[in-house]
């Protein structure tokens, strides 16, 4: 959501970059199509999303770790070190305790997002549910329910009820939708 609002407010596109994509099993196949994704950041001005961060860049010292993902981290900040491009790159974890300390170093800004208080998982729902009748939601009672979900996964799940009511063929969000839709979401972490 962050790349996303960046992307927006600075009138540039927004590149996600699926690791599940980049990362193959072929030695230097990797780091080659790194190469390619840093080659389009050199070419083309915009904001780069790499996702899932974790995946590509975890600590260099891990017992479970595999000699290509080293090499290919290494890659990686070796090109961001040549990075002199006006685009914007990101990374995004869930895991940032997975993260190499090098990493760190070489982005401007690390931003750290905690769990939304009930107060602001209220308003996340106000705000993605306000086109619809959400009268006879106990608000109290939803962010309870949302307790633990990140604000995307609040927003997904207001999202889903409100698909779910639409489908239904009203305007009226119940309740009971709003909570099973956040349990779906909890169901997610299981």
């Given at each position: ?7 927006g ?16 099993k ?14 389009a950041i ?14 590509l ?20 900040l ?38 939304p ?52 063929n ?21």
């Amino acid at each position: 959501m962050t790349a996303s609002a960046l992307a927006g407010e600075l009138g540039l596109p927004l590149f996600s970059i699926q690791l599940d994509g980049l990362i193959t099993k072929y030695m230097g196949e990797t780091a080659a199509k790194l190469r390619l994704v840093f080659d389009a950041i050199q070419s083309t001005r915009g904001v780069y999303l790499f996702d899932e961060f974790d995946a590509l860049g975890v600590e260099r010292s891990s017992t479970n770790d595999v000699g290509e993902i080293r090499r290919v981290l290494n890659s990686f900040l070796q090109f961001l070190e040549q990075d002199d491009s006006d685009s914007i790159v990101l990374g995004a974890t869930n895991h940032v305790g997975l993260l190499d300390r090098a990493l760190f170093r070489r982005f401007d800004a690390v931003l750290e997002y905690s769990l939304p208080s009930e107060e602001v998982a209220t308003h996340v729902m106000r705000g993605r549910l306000a086109l619809l009748d959400t009268s006879n939601i106990e608000w109290p009672v939803a962010a309870k329910a949302a307790d633990g979900l990140s604000h995307a996964e609040i927003a997904m799940a207001c999202e889903q009820a409100a698909k779910n009511a639409i489908l239904d063929n009203t305007t009226v969000v119940r309740a009971a939708g709003l909570v099973s839709a956040f349990k779906e979401r909890h169901g997610t972490h299981a």
